[in-house]
């Protein structure tokens, strides 16, 4: 059964360091999204990613964040100068469509800032 | 734009005995509502969905959820839980027209059965 992949499952960083947490997303699959979950917080939105281009981001996602798809099968996302409160964990998801569409998510990329 | 209430962040309950786990949402549109799981050191998979139609859905596993509009709650349930069904459960919702379409999550509950 195809299934969403994440590398590393586990990071740790320095704080002000840049870290690349990459998925494979279903191959079929036409849409892509970042998720974090602070420890003890909600699963929080992102960005998703459309037809090679962003097409929603949240207030969460700003400068210090980008998002790319660089050959066709990886999606990866960037943080530029990592923070304290970046230490989450980040799940990737993929679908089919939107809305209606159910997602399916990675098993995730603990990330650590010391 | 919308928001979800899981009001239990943890369940504890007794194996074969029935579970509930709730889940309130508000918006001012037509929604559609998730159940998620997330079994220890895995991402998250769909329990069922609620798109439109029966207002009672079945999904994986022995679960099923309960969309009531009045109410705006979309609870889980289970007669009779099993060890393996200990993991987290997250609700989620989207707009079913107009605006965003993104899943809004609950903080999610964790379910733990013993035995």
């Known amino acids: 059964e195809p299934e969403v992949t994440q590398t590393p499952s586990h990071q740790v960083t320095q704080m002000g360091q840049e870290v690349i947490l990459r998925c494979v997303p279903i191959s079929n699959h036409l849409y892509f999204y970042w998720y974090r979950q602070i420890l003890g917080q909600k699963v929080e939105f992102l960005v998703s990613?459309?037809?090679?281009?962003?097409?929603?981001k949240s207030e969460i996602f700003d400068d210090q964040f980008s998002v790319e798809r660089p050959d066709g099968s990886n999606f990866t996302l960037k943080i530029r100068s990592t923070k304290l409160e970046d230490s989450a964990m980040y799940f990737c998801?993929?679908?089919?469509?939107?809305?209606?569409?159910?997602?399916?998510f990675g098993p995730g990329t603990r990330l650590t800032v010391l | 734009a919308q928001s979800v209430t899981q009001l239990d962040s943890q369940v504890p309950v007794f194996e074969e005995a029935p579970v509930e786990l709730r889940c309130n949402y508000s918006s001012s549109v037509s929604v559609y509502l998730f159940w998620y799981v997330q079994y220890p050191n895995q991402g998250l998979q769909l329990l069922l969905k609620y798109l439109s139609g029966s207002t009672l859905v079945k999904g994986i596993n022995g679960f099923e959820a309960e969309f009531n509009k009045s109410q705006t709650s979309f609870h889980l349930r289970k007669p009779s839980v099993h060890i393996s069904d200990t993991a987290e459960y997250f609700c989620a919702v989207s707009w079913a027209s107009g605006g965003s379409y993104i899943p809004t999550f609950g903080r999610g509950t964790s379910l733990i059965v013993h035995p």
């Open positions: 990613f459309y037809n090679n281009e962003i097409s929603e």
């Open positions: 998801a993929s679908s089919r469509g939107r809305g209606r569409n159910e997602q399916f």
